[in-house]
């Protein structure tokens, strides 16, 4: 799977927008991105995924440049319930396919 | 969504004795699932995957008879932690594949501590 790069952290305001970028430069032509994200004690929880077109759910965003080695999460109105580690994840999909984690982005959600 | 239900929550044990984590997927059938450990202030760290009715595949260092992981059916599977010691001590989590979409679930995690 390819590997992704994250940066360590970032914060935004409450009720803004919180845009999470995540680096895949050696994604391959058919994995997706995936997005989890971790509270606290907590199992991670799916957000959204996407092969190249930009994608968007009721919790999220997913935008994915054209070339494919780099995306965003988008977060429209971050809430403080939205503190948590979010990883970006590229894997295959399929009986096969694995999920594996690096260290994610802690986003911090100030009042 | 679909529930990945995970139990217990919590555990305390001896140094010494076995312990068995149950992971459910309660309302979906998980051909595939998979098993991480968390230590603090870390990532997840794939153990192993589970096919049902198969052995499980365990990754590079994690020892299986130490491990043992048993998928009897589509929606459950189960992690023994055998002769447990305080460097076993972890957050582990389970996870299941919804086959009809893809999409992966987690459970809600077991904190196991040994003393």
């Known amino acids: 799977d390819a590997k992704t790069t994250q940066p360590p952290s970032m914060d935004c305001a409450e009720g803004r927008a919180a845009n999470l970028p995540c680096n895949h430069s050696t994604i391959s032509g058919n994995e997706y991105v995936y997005w989890y994200r971790q509270i606290h004690s907590q199992g991670p929880q799916y957000i959204i995924h996407?092969?190249?077109n930009n994608e968007t759910n009721e919790m999220a965003s997913l935008i994915i440049t054209e070339d494919r080695k780099s995306s965003t999460l988008i977060l429209p109105h971050a809430t403080l319930r939205d503190t948590a580690v979010y990883y970006c994840i590229v894997t295959y999909t399929g009986a096969n396919s694995k999920l594996t984690f690096g260290k994610g982005i802690t986003l911090s959600v100030r009042p | 969504g679909a529930v990945v239900s995970q139990h217990p929550s919590w555990v305390i044990c001896k140094s010494g004795t076995s312990v068995k984590i149950e992971c459910r997927s309660l309302d979906f059938q998980a051909t595939t699932m998979f098993w991480y450990r968390q230590f603090p202030k870390q990532s997840l760290m794939l153990m192993a995957t589970s096919n049902e009715g198969s052995k499980a595949t365990y990754e590079q260092g994690v020892e299986k008879d130490k491990f043992l992981i048993n998928h009897a059916s589509l929606t459950l599977s189960t992690l023994t932690v055998t002769s447990a010691h305080p460097e076993d001590s972890s957050f582990y989590i389970c996870s299941a594949r919804d086959g009809t979409n893809e999409k992966l679930f987690f459970g809600s995690g077991t904190q196991l501590s040994v003393l």
């Open positions: 996407g092969l190249k």
